[in-house]
């Protein structure tokens, strides 16, 4: 999702539409027992585990893996290029100027120079998690008059054996550094991708069995859609003619989405009426919709991987109250669907320009917003914690997610999906709570209420680790 993307080739005819309905579920009313060294894992060392299958949502750890995060730092003119994010992420997403073109300036020439220094800069910064994405074809090898934006050509390229050279080259140089290799850039946008099912899966096979042969411990991810009415029916279509052979994760991206002239959403996945309501049911849709895709092609027990997403630009979402509520949100209710990773689009930028992307850094005053706090209390009120089942929401639209800490202790994240304040009587055996702006627990008396609000508040039997 790049500063360049051409929004009117969003809008397309719904190919298949997915019985989909909100997923309610089991009320989040309380905590589990402690963690399990068995339980599946989102965002662990390991990829994911089963936690990003089909049946994610049930007892799964959530791992410092899966907070992920674009920082951007080579956007043009960007003053934040080179800073690493001050809150704490385990994932770096893409990176502008590090794509094919960006490296291959010319056939069989690779300038390593912007990805050794975001390499390098993760792991100065303890981030092992790498994800690095394939898309834009150098102009040297378009095909078919393919559409070029800045990142490069539509593709497919004309020459794959050069495509499988560029991957080699790439693999062999960040052995063991780079761990995720995801196919294409929504590729179901004829402005990325521009060739057929067939050509995209024999895409992938080169880049599987390159990587594979070279790096066996590096993971392979589907070609990521956009949130277009046909993202769901791309990643099944994709799988089901080969390239589930070729993946070791479904990948996609968990955009806030709306209706219009330009963009037509998945049924049950927009929020037209309210933007932060895509934190929400329709993300969980959103969710559920990859999941069923992918058990229709016979690949549901893949890990999901939500690459980039968030509330898109800022002017979708202008309200800073309602950007802490969704950025908190978005990552704890994929948190409790299982998926394995969760990055968010984008860290840098200008807060009040209404084109930036999810901007939670205001790079001209040097200083995160008040979002950016917000992700980092509920990295720390999840990291290493069991999510016991998926969020839900009662009949009144009281969202609840119930978790259980290392130490035992218990804890049950809700909100008011009605964005409005209401009173709220937890169970008796919470006895304090923590608010998303930090700070220390504030103790709920016995029988006591307390007022929620639409950012999430963790009620806790005890203190957390």
Not at 97 to 111: L, S
Not at 205 to 227: C, E, M
Not at 259 to 264: G, K, L
Request: charge should be negative.
């Amino acid at each position: 999702m790049f500063r360049e993307r051409m929004l009117g080739g969003v809008g397309r005819t719904l190919l298949l539409v997915l019985g989909l309905s909100m997923v309610l579920g089991i009320a989040g009313c309380g905590g589990g027992g402690s963690s399990s060294p068995s339980l599946p894992t989102t965002g662990g060392t390991g990829g994911g585990g089963t936690g990003g299958g089909t049946t994610g949502g049930t007892n799964v750890v959530v791992g410092s893996a899966f907070f992920g995060m674009t920082v951007g730092f080579f956007e043009q003119g960007a003053p934040y290029a080179g800073n690493w994010p001050t809150v704490t992420i385990g994932t770096l997403a893409k990176t502008n100027g590090t794509q094919w073109t960006a490296i291959e300036k010319t056939p069989g020439y690779y300038d390593w120079t912007n990805l050794d220094h975001v390499i390098q800069l993760a792991q100065a910064n303890g981030v092992n998690s790498i994800i690095y994405t394939f898309f834009g074809v150098p102009s040297f090898y378009n095909a078919n008059n393919a559409p070029c934006l800045q990142t490069g050509c539509g593709g497919p390229p004309s020459d794959m054996s050069a495509f499988g050279s560029f991957v080699s080259a790439l693999v062999t140089r960040y052995k063991g550094q780079i761990k995720y290799y995801e196919l294409w850039n929504e590729a179901n946008r004829s402005g990325s991708w521009n060739g057929t099912t067939a050509e995209l899966v024999s895409l992938g096979q080169t880049a599987y069995q390159t990587i594979k042969g070279i790096d066996p411990n590096a993971k392979v991810l589907s070609p990521s859609p956009d949130i277009a009415s046909s993202f769901s029916s791309f990643i099944q279509g994709y799988l089901q003619n080969g390239g589930s052979t070729y993946s070791d994760g479904i990948s996609w991206h968990g955009y806030h989405c709306a209706n219009s002239s330009v963009t037509n959403c998945l049924p049950g996945t927009s929020c037209d009426n309210n933007a932060l309501d895509c934190a929400g049911a329709p993300l969980v849709n959103q969710i559920q919709a990859v999941k069923q895709a992918a058990q229709a092609a016979g690949a549901g027990s893949l890990p999901l991987y939500d690459t980039e997403g968030g509330w898109q630009q800022n002017q979708d979402l202008p309200n800073l109250d309602d950007q802490i509520a969704y950025i908190s949100r978005w990552y704890i209710i994929q948190a409790s669907e299982g998926v394995s990773n969760a990055s968010w689009y984008a860290w840098g930028g200008s807060p009040t320009d209404p084109t930036a992307w999810g901007t939670i850094f205001d790079a001209f005053t040097n200083q995160p917003t008040e979002a950016a706090t917000a992700y980092q209390t509920t990295r720390d009120w999840l990291n290493g914690t069991t999510m016991n089942g998926a969020c839900s929401a009662d009949s009144s639209n009281i969202w609840s997610c119930a978790l259980t800490f290392t130490n035992g202790n218990s804890g049950l994240v809700v909100w008011n999906g009605n964005e409005t304040d209401s009173s709220y009587t937890p169970g008796s055996k919470y006895i304090q709570y923590e608010d998303i702006e930090g700070g220390s627990p504030v103790s709920i008396p016995s029988g006591g209420t307390i007022t929620i609000h639409e950012r999430p508040i963790l009620l806790e039997t005890g203190n957390r680790p």
